[in-house]
């Protein structure tokens, strides 16, 4: 048994394995955006197309196809946009919203810990990634409006649902900063997962 396990951490490690899984993420978050645009919900297309093309920077970048974020950072920004996607609740459709926020956040935070000089210490990491989640929502809340404004939709409801939505977006970005500092920064061997040309590349 141990044998087994072994050999499936070094499946899930090396670096062909971790791409081909990234890359088929990135298509479903190709698929979901393409998908919103033909239902008309422009601002999640956008957002989840900006998602995909956040993740595909660093092969871009490195010139490498398989110089791609550890495949449970896309995971976890997939699942919420996923949830949504399936959200019968408006409730639980913001909170799901807010989530995939938190995991863009993530998905920043690690690409600058792995492909940059940038080094975060264990609290500016945690601090880093909830301040981007707030901004973030700040911003999203700010296209929302002028959405309404100008294209007459009704993405804010009332000033009370916004607020609960700073608050989603505040514990999104604090569990995902958590999970950045626990499980990126000292359990996945990100740099082990990178070919051997860009691991030279950004030491």
Partial sequence: MAQRTGRLDALVEDERVNAGLSWLLVTFLLVVAAESLLSADLLWAV????????????PL???????????EVLVLGALPILGRALATLALTSRLATYLSVAALALV????LHVFTPVRMTHWFAVLFVVITTIATAGVWAIVEWLSDVYLGTQFIESEHL?????????????????????YFRRVVPVEARLPTDVRERIQ
């Fill in 47 to 58: 957002f989840v197309g900006f998602v995909a093309a956040l993740a595909v920077v660093p």
């Fill in 162 to 182: 916004l607020m609960w939505d700073f608050v989603y977006a505040t514990v999104g970005g604090l569990l995902a900063g958590i999970v950045f500092e626990a």
């Fill in 61 to 71: 970048a490195f010139r490498n196809a398989e110089a791609m974020l550890p495949w």
């Fill in 108 to 111: 920043v935070a690690v690409e």
